[in-house]
């Protein structure tokens, strides 16, 4: 079983930067699509973006695209989701999570079965 575990949230103001990672433990998580999702309050969960198991491939939500990024080290088990010119609109709670049913799939999903504890966000105007 994968756990993982979200950090590097924070207050920001707007324009700031931040960085966040996703630690799994448990054992590797190098064959799985990841994800990133966030949740503001009040608010349906929001798709962010995924990263593929190679780290070839990536796919961002409009909202975000050309701001955020993700990226992995399969070496380290760590995915990050560096996150540009924040908006105060990006506040939220980040989670990160992993499809662990689908080892090595060349098919993104929006299904994850294995979630983190989440990081909040806060992006002050």
């Known amino acids: 079983q994968v756990q993982l575990v979200e950090s590097g949230g924070g207050l920001v103001q707007a324009g700031g930067s931040l960085r966040l990672s996703c630690a799994a433990s448990?054992?590797?998580?190098?064959?799985?699509?990841m994800a990133w999702f966030r949740q503001a309050p009040g608010k349906e969960r929001e798709f962010v973006g995924i990263i593929k198991w190679s780290g070839s491939w990536t796919w961002y939500a409009d909202s975000v695209k050309d701001r955020f990024t993700i990226s992995r080290d399969n070496a380290k088990n760590t995915v990050y989701l560096q996150m540009n010119s924040l908006k105060p609109e990006d506040t939220a709670v980040y989670y990160c999570a992993a499809d662990t049913r689908r080892k090595y799939s060349n098919i993104p999903t929006y299904d994850y079965d294995v979630w983190g504890q989440g990081t909040q966000v806060t992006v002050s105007s």
């Open positions: 448990g054992r590797s998580f190098s064959g799985y699509f």
